[in-house]
């Protein structure tokens, strides 16, 4: 069946022209998009740690997610994506978290 045979070799063709995934693209798609990473890291974190999914899309075009995040994502997707392959510098035992940020007064300052 020669065009049998065509169409698998077209589908390996495809499959080796498919550029590899960076890590954060992996961790958007195992939470399910950008707002769904943004929303388990909150909650992993205890707090708003990201607000907005663009900053996550930020990270996505950059192929760079900043140390003090990596930690977040990977406890937020339990491990399925490791703090030290979204940033090679970090190699610690534990997944660290940034302090939150301190609350809003009434009139927008910060405390």
Same mark, same amino acid.
């Given at each position: 069946?020669?065009?049998?045979? *065509?169409?698998?070799?077209?589908?390996?063709?495809?499959?080796? =022209?498919? #550029? /590899?995934?960076?890590? $954060?693209?992996?961790?958007? /798609?195992?939470? %399910?998009?950008?707002?769904?990473?943004?929303?388990?890291?909150?909650?992993?974190?205890?707090? $708003?740690?990201?607000?907005?999914?663009?900053?996550?899309?930020?990270?996505?075009?950059? @192929?760079?997610?900043?140390?003090?995040?990596? %930690?977040?994502?990977?406890? =937020?997707?339990? %491990? @399925?994506? @490791?703090?030290?392959?979204?940033?090679? *510098?970090?190699?610690? @035992?534990?997944?660290?978290?940034?302090? #939150?940020?301190? #609350?809003?007064?009434? *009139? %927008?300052? /910060?405390?």
């Amino acid at each position: 069946m020669p065009g049998m045979a *065509n169409q698998q070799t077209q589908q390996q063709d495809q499959e080796q =022209a498919a #550029p /590899e995934q960076t890590p $954060i693209e992996r961790a958007i /798609e195992l939470a %399910g998009g950008t707002e769904a990473l943004m929303d388990k890291m909150n909650r992993a974190a205890g707090y $708003i740690i990201v607000e907005s999914p663009n900053v996550i899309c930020n990270w996505r075009t950059r @192929k760079r997610v900043p140390p003090e995040f990596c %930690g977040a994502i990977e406890l =937020a997707l339990r %491990g @399925k994506i @490791k703090r030290r392959d979204l940033n090679a *510098n970090l190699w610690s @035992k534990r997944p660290s978290l940034p302090p #939150p940020k301190p #609350p809003k007064q009434p *009139n %927008g300052v /910060e405390a």
